[in-house]
């Protein structure tokens, strides 16, 4: 008989908690987590690196967009050039397990990436990045780093999560039926890989957002999941 998942609601309360944590180190208890300590002195890194003063921005480009869970004072569609979103992460813990594992996106170097930048209150961003890294950063899969956004009605800077190409989570360049694949048919404690990519498509056309490719994405899953219920 099949043990069934446990089921992980991400809430901000859940985050500051550590429930994330200890749901990570429950699925695979040899995972190696970075440690509050860690994420601290990360965040201090990345802040010292700003090249603005005042308010901290942030870039989202997936679950961010629709789940921001975060204290901001603004939002605005941004684009960042040079770097497109794709499904290169696995997820073994979260929107898959490691026998079925999922896909959540990453942030890739060439192309265009429309998102959402979030204004944080510079008297807040320490306290606001860290729900942020302990969401995101908990395995070290991405590095976070400052990009340039065009947003109306200027340009900035904020914190993207680019993909850590040398983590064992990142996945590479994959055929899109294997994508197809995973997404379709992985479900984790954090519910279906197939609802990330809907959810994600959803919010991005609510903005006025266009992604052919994740709009092909959603389709072709869809389609599977059908196929497989008939």
Same mark, same amino acid.
């Given at each position: 008989?099949?043990? $069934? ?36 002195? $990360? ?10 003063? %005042? @308010? ?6 997936? $679950?961010?967009?629709?789940?921001? #869970?975060? @204290? ?7 684009? /960042?050039? %040079? ?7 696995? $997820? ?5 397990? /490691? ?23 510079? %008297?807040?961003? &320490? ?10 950063? #908990? ?10 956004? @065009? ?6 800077? &904020? ?47 609510? #903005?006025? *957002?266009? @992604? ?12 599977? *999941? ?5």
């Amino acid at each position: 008989m099949q043990r $069934s998942l446990p089921h992980f609601e991400l809430t901000r309360e859940a985050i500051l908690g550590d429930g994330i944590r200890a749901l990570l180190q429950a699925m695979d208890p040899e995972l190696t987590l970075l440690t509050p300590e860690e994420h601290r002195a $990360s965040i201090t890194d990345v802040l010292q690196q700003r090249p603005d003063s %005042g @308010d901290v921005w942030l870039f989202a480009y997936g $679950s961010l967009i629709w789940n921001p #869970l975060i @204290d901001f004072v603004e939002k605005r569609v941004a684009t /960042a050039r %040079g770097y497109h979103r794709c499904f290169c992460l696995w $997820s073994r813990t979260g929107r898959g397990t /490691a026998a079925k594992p999922g896909l959540t996106l990453g942030l890739e170097r060439g192309g265009c990436c429309r998102g959402v930048a979030y204004r944080i209150a510079e %008297g807040k961003a &320490a306290q606001e990045l860290e729900v942020i890294w302990r969401r995101e950063m #908990l395995t070290g899969a991405y590095a976070p780093r400052w990009v340039k956004l @065009d947003t109306a009605p200027a340009e900035l800077h &904020a914190i993207a999560f680019l993909t850590n190409r040398g983590h064992t989570r990142y996945a590479g360049r994959l055929p899109e039926d294997r994508i197809i694949a995973a997404i379709a048919e992985a479900h984790g404690p954090l519910g279906a890989c197939a609802t990330y990519l809907f959810n994600t498509v959803a919010h991005l056309e609510a #903005l006025g *957002i266009g @992604d052919r490719r994740l709009k092909r994405l959603r389709d072709r899953v869809a389609a599977r *999941i059908e196929e497989r219920g008939a």
